[in-house]
Structure formats: C-alpha cells, structure tokens
C-alpha cells in the first residue's frame, strides 16, 4: 500500500476555508476529467482505475524499493516476494510499528525510481489544473492480513478510525491511496464518512472500501470536518 497527498488548487477551489461545497466541487471536476475510469464516486471519495501500464509501472518500482529494504533484490516473481514476507516481515530495520517503510539514503535510488512512477502515473490523469502540489515523500506501507493486539493498542494506531490531520496533513489536501501487493481484502483501507463534525459515524455512515480485482485508486481528503476518515486493516 503506498498513499501521498495532493495539495489542491486554492485559487480556483478555495480550499483554505475548507468548506464542503468547495471539496464536492473539486471532486466533481475530477470525475468530469476521468469520467471514463471511474469505478465508485462519493461527494468526496472516488475511486479511479488505472491503465495496466501504469500500474505495473507503480507495482514494478514498488517492489524494487521493498526488495532493497530487505537486501533481497532476486525475490521474483510476486508470489515468491509475498510468501518471503510473510515469515520475514520483522527483518526490516526501517520498518515502523504502523509499516511505513521509511526512506533511507541505502534505498534513495529506487525511492527515487518510485516517486518518478508515480509521478508519470498523475501527470498522466489530466488534472494540472487541479493541482498545486504534490507532497513527499510517498508512504510506502506494508501490513500483515492478522490483527496485532500489541500494535492496535498504540495511541496512534493507523488501525483505528482516524483522519490523516493527526499526523499534520493540511485541510486543503487530498490522501490517494493505492493498494498494490497482496490480499487487498484483508490488509486494504476501510473509509467511513464523517457527519457534523463529530468526529465519528452514526449507525447510518456511508462506508467503502477498494477491492483487489479492479484496480483502482481511491482518493479522500484528510480535513476532520466535512470528509472521510479511515483505517488501515491487518494489523
């Protein structure tokens, strides 16, 4: 799983006062821009598929960065990575308790290689105009398909219901998240939207998650009070 936040453009959409309208109407602009790869659309979560190209390109680079952090670089094809991973994921030194796989000057080139890749990948969309900038580094995540009570119980678990503003993301960005190895049911992300400010769902939330099977790349905005929230499984 790997996510980066789009800082939007305020000129246009006046995100600084973080209001809903302006979010529904940034996102709505989005939907007209790839209304031909749109698999699930919410006022403020979209989900979009990707070309084949770009996602193996993505997936391609991804793996490369993962391999490096391990020191295995022969570990092909996937199924040969994922089943290494699965008795080994404790051997690497960069990983946090969340699994973010932090950047390291050892693993540079192919950090670098990804952000390229995905780079081309939203220069590709055709939404510049939408778009102030983009924020680095990217989150490279890797999660087990098993809870972790130990790790769940961390205050700031990503397993919980949580908004990306507690680690400082700003209201004016929007999260993408794009799942890219493995059991996307078990280890994806849940989103769940936020009513009144309240900072939780009432019993008639709306919820979503991403499936493996098509491919697409969900994006939400982090802001606590008219968005989505969410949280990461398999832990």
């Not at 989005?30 to 403020?44: E, N, P, T, V």
């Not at 699965?86 to 000057?105: Q, S, V, W, Y």
């Not at 398909?145 to 400082?168: C, F, M, N």
Request: glycine share 8%.
């Amino acid at each position: 799983m790997g996510w980066f936040g789009i800082r939007l453009m305020e000129e246009k959409y006046a995100m600084t006062n973080t209001s809903k309208q302006s979010r529904v109407s940034w996102f709505r602009e989005l939907k007209r821009i790839q209304s031909g790869a749109i698999l699930h659309a919410f006022d403020l979560l979209v989900e979009i598929r990707m070309s084949q190209a770009a996602r193996e390109e993505i997936k391609s680079a991804t793996t490369r960065y993962i391999q490096a952090c391990l020191g295995e670089p022969d570990l092909r094809p996937d199924s040969t990575l994922l089943a290494f991973l699965e008795t080994n994921i404790d051997e690497f030194a960069n990983r946090t308790p969340n699994g973010i796989l932090m950047p390291k000057h050892e693993f540079e080139d192919e950090f670098s290689q990804l952000h390229k890749a995905v780079a081309s990948y939203v220069r590709g969309l055709g939404i510049d105009n939408l778009i102030c900038n983009i924020s680095c580094p990217i989150v490279v995540r890797l999660v087990e398909g098993t809870s972790d009570p130990s790790v769940e119980a961390r205050q700031y678990s990503s397993s919980k219901i949580h908004l990306d503003a507690w680690v400082g993301e700003p209201g004016d960005e929007v999260i993408v998240s794009m799942p890219m190895l493995g059991d996307i049911e078990r280890t994806g992300v849940a989103w769940v939207r936020i009513f009144h400010g309240r900072g939780s769902s009432p019993p008639h939330g709306e919820t979503g998650r991403r499936s493996q099977s098509d491919g697409g790349v969900p994006t939400s905005p982090p802001d606590h009070r008219s968005g989505a929230a969410g949280s990461r499984r398999g832990y």
